[in-house]
């Protein structure tokens, strides 16, 4: 990724956002399963009385810009290009991936 100065890169990675954001609500509202429902509106900080499609895409653009302008920031200060992984979206003190590591696991030891 090359970085480029100005806002320009910046701009244009937010713009878009609200499409990134209304994606991913609609995946999450278009669910039959409760449960990751519950789980994403959990990991979104709402809750159920609060729920709705607009509230919901709004939340994820938060999150999305807010990590966009959190990692410009360190990008000035820095001045220099990194190759680094970008902050979780959604952070809670959770290991997401140890559930899957385990089964993956478990099932190596069936060969």
């Known amino acids: 990724m090359v970085w480029l100065e100005g806002t320009l890169w910046i701009e ?30 959990s990991l979104l900080g709402l809750q159920s009385r609060e729920i709705g499609e607009e509230t919901v895409e709004e939340s ?3 999150k999305i810009i807010s990590v966009i302008d ?8 820095s001045k220099e290009v990194a190759v680094a992984p970008a902050p979780l979206l959604f ?3 959770r290991c997401w ?3 899957f ?3 993956e696991y478990e099932g190596e030891d069936e060969f």
């Open 70 to 77: 959190m990692n410009d920031r360190k990008s000035q200060r």
């Open 101 to 103: 590591q385990d089964e």
């Open 12 to 41: 244009e990675i937010r713009s878009y956002a609200p499409d990134l954001a209304r994606s991913i609500a609609g995946l999450i509202l278009s669910s039959n399963d409760s449960d990751f429902q519950k789980e994403c509106f």
């Open 60 to 62: 994820i653009k938060e």
């Open 91 to 93: 952070e809670d003190n």
């Open 97 to 99: 991936n140890s559930k």
